[in-house]
């Protein structure tokens, strides 16, 4: 069982900069492709980006491509993501996830940690 934690979260202007992190805990991390998601207010949470275990291929949404980055550090069982050039619409409750190697669905979610973004 993966448990994943997540912090970095608060508020910043429009054009300003933020770090998520994601800890998890257990072993193979290595094994989990880990992902950020999003919700805001009345709508359905998305995926934002994604890495896989060993860190050789990310996806981005385009709403997020060129302003969003994830990396990931195994050696501490953490995943980040980097958001620059933050806009109003960035505001919500972000999440990481991980899914197993071979698995299609997400099935291990952090507790969220809220991002608000002001003009």
């Known amino acids: 069982q993966v448990q994943l934690t997540e912090s970095g979260g608060g508020r910043t202007q429009a054009g300003g900069s933020l770090r998520l992190s994601c800890v998890a805990s257990g072993r193979r991390f290595v094994l989990y492709t880990m992902g950020w998601f999003r919700q805001a207010p009345g709508e359905e949470r998305t995926l934002l980006a994604a890495m896989s275990g060993e860190g050789r291929n990310a996806y981005y949404a385009d709403s997020v491509k060129g302003r969003f980055t994830i990396s990931r550090d195994n050696t501490k069982n953490a995943v980040y993501l980097h958001m620059n050039n933050l806009k109003d619409e960035d505001t919500a409750v972000y999440y990481c996830?991980?899914?197993?190697?071979?698995?299609?669905?997400?099935?291990?979610w952090g507790q969220g940690t809220q991002v608000t973004v002001s003009s």
């Open positions: 996830a991980a899914k197993f190697r071979g698995e299609d669905r997400y099935d291990h």
